[in-house]
């Protein structure tokens, strides 16, 4: 659907300050051994409809049975913390004040309406993760710019500073129709959106790797699909590695099954085609852990 072309925010954009572009082969020879990252999950409980959620139309999930009803799900913040650099957050988690006066924090009519904050149900506040931290939040990963990532914004503070995919702010979409006037508003008073740089991948399995601190630690991947510029994180922790998939997969079920989201996408065969570099991804190294975007 690209009737209009509006983008997802009119904010500023500018290369981020960090991260280099890598193989994916550099990425995988490192995924068997311990690093030095944190990684801390907190959800807030949520429910979509499954629809969007899932392609129900899928062969697999027509012959599961599955139809549409509201899903119970989950909007996440993981806490990235890195000996050196000092601790992240990947995605914004929910701030308190976004569900109890949606207008106060500049969402919009559309979205207040049909967004289903009202249903949000953070047990902790983004305010709440952060304060929880002994050092200072040093920057926000995004995997894309849609409102259940973007809801704990009212809580970070104005000048810390915010990574996405290149492109993701400047992805025409017809649904950015309603979520460009809240984007900006969110986004006002901050720094440019910094995008993290992909040159593709010459090993030839995903659109592109970045090396975010340059250490090997802590990877991008460029995972297009359910948004344009949508990422996915991968962290090497002192227990084994962390694949943080964001909405490449919503539901535990259509990770287990290869069915990419519903009608939450903005294209639908490279969101499939994501989905299946993940899944060929965590089969190459099956004793990753798998973070998806909205289910345990
Ligand atoms: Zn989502």
Redesign the pocket.
Known sequence: MKLLNFKATSHRTTPASIGTPVRSAAMESLIEQPGPIEVKTVGADWRANLSGLLNLKDPKAVKAGLTDRKEPIQ?YTHVVRHPEHGFFLVDTGVSRRLVEDPASVGVGLMLRKYGGISDMRPTQSTAEVIAAEPSPLKGVFMTHL?L??VSGFPDIAKDVPIYTGADEAEAGLFLNIVAQGTNNHLLSGRPPLEELQFTGDPDGKFAGVNDVFGDGSFFAILTPGHTIGHVSYLARTATGTVLMTG?VS?TRWGWENDVEPGT?LAEREPSRQSLLALKALSRRHPDMTVKL??QA
């Open positions: 909007i849609h259940d990532h909405d919503h939450f975007g909205h």
